[in-house]
């Protein structure tokens, strides 16, 4: 084999090797964005029902849920699980 034939090989594979790194990058970025599908949610309104002087100390996701951390005036803590869905409670955790 000539010289002139291994460079002009090695030009065409890292050619192919690039182009394949950005077609992959590409394709995995369009499965992110299609399974993520948070854009998609529809926003909602819930309104948790507290007594008055309760902080809300956190919210976080957990699953397809809300979990809202919130202090009772006496200092208990309690989880409140939303239904975004619906936006109703669907579930209170208490630490006794």
Do not use: C, N, W, Y
Not at 40 to 66: N, Q, W, Y
Not at 71 to 96: M, N, S
Request: hydrophobic share 55%; no cysteine.
């Amino acid at each position: 084999m000539s010289l002139r034939l291994v460079k002009g090989l090695v030009i065409v594979m890292s050619a192919a090797l690039v182009i394949g790194f950005v077609a992959l990058m590409v394709g995995l970025g369009q499965q992110a964005v299609r399974i993520g599908g948070a854009e998609d949610a529809p926003p909602f309104r819930a309104a948790i029902d507290l007594p008055d002087g309760t902080v809300i100390v956190t919210v976080s996701g957990a699953g397809d849920r809300l979990a809202v951390l919130v202090e009772l005036p006496d200092g208990r803590r309690q989880i409140h699980f939303v239904d975004p869905d619906t936006g109703g409670v669907i579930g209170i955790v208490a630490a006794e």
